[in-house]
């Protein structure tokens, strides 16, 4: 064999030890075949060992699921009841509290402790009724005083008074007293000293999205006592708060531009509805934590989320509607106009694209003195769906609504509009006595 490995004639490697070429070729192609073989043969990696470890682990778990179906299957004394198929689980079995034992037919399948945890046997008489086997069914002492009987391999329990039945998690929920599944699984986990799973970590939402915006309106605060309502109060906005939309964040994050540094600062939120009143985005105006004033920032107002045709809206809106531009300017009408429908569209260009409800007979819009204001209306003259709707004027008689409301009071704001207002929605809509909204 060495020779013909060496390279000599297979012929001439024959005649020596007077063996058949045929053979010496098998032997060759053995050892060759063997090597390559051994060649190939490498050590488990550390995938397989803990592919192995798991299965060990695996193994240990269901050992230990078995041993509890056969501890519950061996039941409290009582008489036996009938086998019944399984049905969806009903009403629940209505069962009292009863003092647990371990009875004489349990057998002993555990003493030890788990890191500070109760004895197996302790869990055990705690969880599972004293019971008794009985054939291929064991004997059920209930939960509550009523006989039962449990199949050995299906752990599903049928009461003979009721006819009401349930399975494993139920006898360990009804014998421990305990009000839901959740609290049962507690339990189970407890006994089998298994580790509460972690809880699913949430979908992070795309930056500036529609869900974003439902989150971060989400994590707001109500509006009455905070920061952001002495900001509006301080604005001359007196407008009962508790029905609007608005919430307060006391530390909402701001970045001012695409590589500015993110700080988090106390903001008011105000939700961005569709006409369905889906929140489909988030107007925040930052505040100043030192005092009730607007942050000094470049960009102290922010939108985000779906905002074309969308708005602040306040209140749901049939035959008449109030729309403009700017959050606070809305504001302050809602102040002297607490039930006349409205919304902020945010900016001049969403005002002329706002989406606008069926049915409606009336539309007033408040004009910022500016040109993107003027602008904003004429597109809205022009819109072929506002054919047959009133479209009025509602124009400040300072910069806007808002510098009215602080410079000139309520009583005189209520006076300018009494005039721009048609008679019947300024009887309808406007405040008798405006004084008296300073108490919401």
């Known amino acids: 064999m060495l020779q013909l490995l ?69 039941l409290e004394e009582g008489s036996p009841l009938a086998r019944r198929r399984s049905r969806p689980w009903g009403l629940g079995l209505a069962f009292e509290r009863q003092t647990l034992r371990l009875g004489p037919g349990v057998p002993d399948l555990g003493h030890g402790t788990c890191d500070g945890l109760p004895s197996a046997r302790s869990r055990r008489s705690r969880t599972t009724p004293a019971s008794r086997a009985g054939g ?130 106390p903001a008011l939120l105000a939700a961005v509805t569709d006409l369905a009143g889906t ?18 920032l470049s960009t102290p107002r922010k939108a985000m989320g779906d905002l074309l045709g969308n708005g602040v809206r306040f209140g749901v809106a049939r035959e008449v509607l109030a729309a403009g531009e700017g959050l606070e300017t809305m504001l302050s009408l809602r102040t002297v106009l607490p039930t006349m429908p409205m919304v902020a569209a945010l900016s001049s260009n969403h005002l002329a694209a706002l989406l606008l409800p069926a049915g409606l007979r009336c539309l007033y819009v408040a004009v910022d003195d500016d040109r993107a204001g003027r602008h904003a209306v004429e597109r809205l003259r022009d819109r072929p769906d506002l054919r047959g709707v009133e479209l009025r004027e509602l124009v400040p008689t300072l910069g806007d609504f808002n510098e009215d409301l602080r410079r000139r009071g309520p009583e005189a704001l209520v006076e300018a509009l009494a005039s721009q207002l048609a008679p019947a929605d300024a009887e309808r809509f406007l405040v008798n006595q405006p004084g008296e909204m300073m108490a919401s």
């Not at 010496?24 to 990696?45: I, M, P, V």
């Not at 605060?221 to 309502?229: C, F, M, N, S, V």
């Open 6 to 74: 060496r390279g000599e004639d297979l012929e001439a490697a024959s005649h020596a030890p007077s063996v058949t070429a045929a053979a010496l070729s098998g032997w060759r192609d053995a050892f060759l075949s063997a090597g390559e073989a051994s060649l190939t043969t490498r050590q488990k990696g550390g995938e397989e060992l803990e592919n192995g470890r798991l299965k060990a682990r695996l193994g240990d778990m269901l050992l230990k699921a078995e041993l509890l179906e056969a501890k519950i299957a061996v």
């Open 136 to 265: 291929s069914h064991a004997g059920c002492g209930p939960a509550g005083a009523y006989p039962g009987r449990a199949r050995r391999r299906q752990p599903v329990c049928t009461d003979a008074a009721t006819a009401e039945h349930g399975d494993l998690l139920d006898i360990v929920r009804l014998s421990r007293n305990l009000a839901t599944v959740v609290e049962a699984m507690d339990e189970a986990r407890l006994f089998l000293t298994l580790p509460r799973p972690e809880p699913p970590k949430p979908i992070p939402a795309p930056r500036s999205s529609p869900e974003a915006s439902r989150r971060l309106y989400a994590m707001g605060q109500p509006l009455r006592g905070t920061l952001a309502h002495d900001y509006l109060l301080e604005r001359g906005i007196t407008a009962d708060v508790r029905s609007l939309p608005l919430r307060f964040h006391p530390s909402c994050y701001h970045q001012s531009g695409p590589h500015g540094r993110r700080e988090a600062r």
């Open 279 to 296: 929140i489909t985005g988030v107007h925040r105006t930052w505040l100043d934590p030192a005092q009730a004033t607007k942050a000094q």
